[in-house]
């Protein structure tokens, strides 16, 4: 199994960066696709990027040009630097590692909260 832990959330203004550490271990972490998640109260869970194990990266909408997704397989740990944070990115984000095709193979963090606010 992979195991999944969130930190680097916390209280930032509007305009600050926040940057966001998932960590996973247990299994072959390199192999595994990695996304970053957020659920605020009332919303669905939505992808906020996501990064293969070829590096290959996706964003939404709402995070292009603010928030970039790295990986460095060599600590098993997955970075989300958010940069020009806005009061509708408050949620809280999951990391989320998923194999790219055994499916069942998916675990998820417990969420760290990010809240954007003066």
């Known amino acids: 199994q992979v195991q999944v832990v969130e930190s680097g959330g916390g209280l930032v203004q509007p305009g600050g960066s926040l940057r966001l550490s998932c960590a996973a271990s247990?299994?072959?972490?390199?192999?595994?696709?990695m996304g970053w998640y957020r659920q605020a109260p009332g919303k669905q869970r939505e992808l906020v990027a996501a990064?293969?194990?070829?590096?290959?990266?996706t964003y939404a909408d709402s995070a292009k040009g603010r928030f970039t997704i790295s990986r460095d397989n060599a600590k098993n740990t997955v970075y989300l630097q958010m940069n020009s944070l806005k009061p509708e990115d408050t949620a809280v984000y999951y990391c989320?590692?998923?194999?790219?095709?055994?499916?069942?193979?998916?675990?998820w963090g417990q969420g760290t909260q990010v809240t954007v606010s003066s």
């Open positions: 247990g299994s072959i972490f390199s192999f595994y696709t």
């Open positions: 990064i293969t194990s070829s590096s290959t990266t």
């Open positions: 989320n590692a998923k194999h790219p095709f055994a499916t069942a193979r998916n675990y």
